[in-house]
């Protein structure tokens, strides 16, 4: 079976719909929640479906490709974890400078829903691109506002024996989400043959997580460059 999962690439009714439905809150949340609050000292799921309101602060920037970045962001408590789903993605509301609205984007975490403290965006930056642009351009310490999350396909274990997962670009996000969920989950024996493209060697994203499934579990992962 042969399975595309083209999250990157949101329904613009979907997006329109969230921005438009959404504005009030988003412009009146940048002021009023700065962070999640702790619930309890139990690892807490930040993103539990549905509006999330939370500001996070950039730990780290690093350099991926000539035009990509991984942005890891810590969450509210040390102990905290994403919780999402896999396949789901976050929508984030930037405010480029000189803008008077937000700009929103959808982008696919690579961490595991489960990593405690942080969670890790891949962001490609496209040309004249308001939101890929702000977000290069942040400095540790400064803060991406999420609004909301985006649920995905909704993947059920073991319903298929085998499948094809095709990728090209950063569309690789959410594909390499939910490989790494599948793999992770000892109860999961569903085995992926992954096809990537990408314009050139040095354009391939996450290659050495990717080559690193295929060595770890060779009986339930490949990868094929295009």
């Known amino acids: 079976m042969a399975l595309r999962l083209p999250l990157r690439t949101r329904p613009a009714p979907l997006i329109a719909g969230l921005t438009v439905g959404a504005i009030g809150v988003a412009v009146c949340s940048k002021m009023m929640f700065g962070t999640a609050s702790a619930e309890s000292r139990e690892a807490q799921k930040i993103f539990k479906g549905g509006f999330a309101s939370v500001k996070l602060p950039l730990h780290s920037s690093e350099d991926e490709t000539h035009d ?3 942005l890891r962001f810590k969450l509210p408590q040390e102990t905290a974890i994403s919780g999402l789903p ?3 993605a976050l929508l984030t509301f930037t405010w480029p400078e ?15 829903s489960d990593e405690p403290g942080y969670v890790e965006l891949m ?13 290069h351009s942040l400095k540790p310490g400064d803060t991406l506002f ?18 094809t997962l095709i990728a090209g670009g950063c569309g690789i996000t959410p594909i390499y989400q939910l490989a790494q969920g599948i793999l ?13 493209g ?3 060697d040095d354009d391939v994203l996450l ?13 339930r992962f490949s990868v094929k460059y295009t």
């Open 207 to 219: 290659k050495k997580e990717l080559d690193g499934f295929a060595k770890e579990f060779p009986e």
């Open 198 to 200: 990408a314009n050139t």
């Open 184 to 196: 992770r989950n000892p109860e999961d024996k569903t085995r992926m043959t992954l096809v990537f």
């Open 68 to 70: 990509t970045k991984r």
């Open 146 to 163: 999420i609004l909301t999350t985006l649920p995905g396909y909704k993947w059920k274990p073991n319903t298929f024996s085998h499948i």
């Open 98 to 112: 000189g803008s008077w609205l937000p700009t929103p984007r959808p982008y696919s975490p690579i961490s595991p």
């Open 86 to 88: 896999l396949t789901s």
């Open 123 to 135: 962001v490609k930056k496209y040309p004249n691109g308001k939101g890929s642009g702000y977000l």
